[in-house]
């Protein structure tokens, strides 16, 4: 099984719509999670992290956690065709510190006009 | 603030030789960076964590011998792969932490090697 999984798509919506990715994680230990975006031949870019179950909202993304589901997904709102990326999710195993991130494999979303 | 570079931007090398990436916290102090590598359509797989002034912290599977990797300064990790081959093409990312307390990584722009 492996540590982090996500779908990896192409998640296609239309420009407005809103855009909902999902990730799952096997260590019920995990502490931190974020969420990356990346564009072809580019490196990850932070979009937001959260540390506590229930929702966390920043401008038009809101991340969602849930623990006791071993979930956390990413909503974004009003879907622009700038949005089309690989989104990467990532979870740290221990809370403080500096410690290792450990990504999914993405999911593509393709958002078209 | 946090802004993190690499140098170069891409490289191709012939096979058999060394190759040098620097990664640098321009207006922080990173006590930790991370080297990752990303084959197309995968997704980053760390390969280690620097300290600076300690030995790096290598993940299972990838040779410290092959890959050297030196954090001398609190601004400057680098990565060096010797004896290139074409295997080792791929995109090479490191990050850095800012905040201790925090597990919030800033990323650099990457270094796209390929070995002929």
């Known amino acids: 099984q492996k540590e982090v999984e996500q779908n990896s798509g192409p998640l296609s919506v239309p420009e407005g719509a809103i855009a909902s990715l999902n990730c799952t994680y096997s260590?019920?230990?995990?502490?931190?999670f974020f969420w990356y975006r990346q564009y072809s031949g580019k490196s990850p870019e932070l979009i937001m992290f959260?540390?506590?179950?229930g929702d966390k909202e920043d401008g038009r993304f809101t991340a969602q956690l849930n623990k006791a589901s071993q979930y956390v997904s990413l909503l974004i709102r009003d879907s622009q065709p700038s949005d089309s990326a690989t989104y990467l999710c990532?979870?740290?195993?221990?809370?403080?510190?500096?410690?290792?991130?450990?990504f999914g494999a993405g999911t593509r979303l393709a958002v078209h006009p | 603030g946090a802004v993190v570079s690499q140098h170069p931007s891409w490289v191709i090398c012939k096979s058999g030789t060394s190759v040098k990436i620097e990664c640098r916290s321009l207006?922080?102090?990173?006590?930790?960076m991370f080297w990752y590598r990303q084959f197309p359509k995968q997704s980053l797989m760390l390969m280690a964590t620097?300290?600076?002034?300690?030995?790096?912290?290598?993940e299972q599977g990838v040779e410290k011998d092959k890959f050297l990797i030196n954090h001398a300064s609190l601004t400057l990790s680098t990565l060096t792969v010797t004896s290139a081959h074409p295997e080792d093409s791929s995109f090479y990312i490191c990050?850095?932490?800012?905040?201790?307390?925090?597990?919030?990584?800033?990323f650099g722009p990457g270094t796209r090697l390929t070995v002929l």
């Open positions: 990050s850095a932490g800012r905040d201790r307390g925090s597990n919030e990584q800033f």
């Open positions: 260590d019920r230990g995990s502490q931190s």
């Open positions: 959260i540390y506590s179950n």
């Open positions: 990532a979870v740290t195993p221990f809370s403080g510190g500096y410690n290792k991130l450990i």
């Open positions: 207006d922080f102090q990173a006590t930790t």
């Open positions: 620097s300290n600076e002034g300690s030995k790096a912290t290598y």
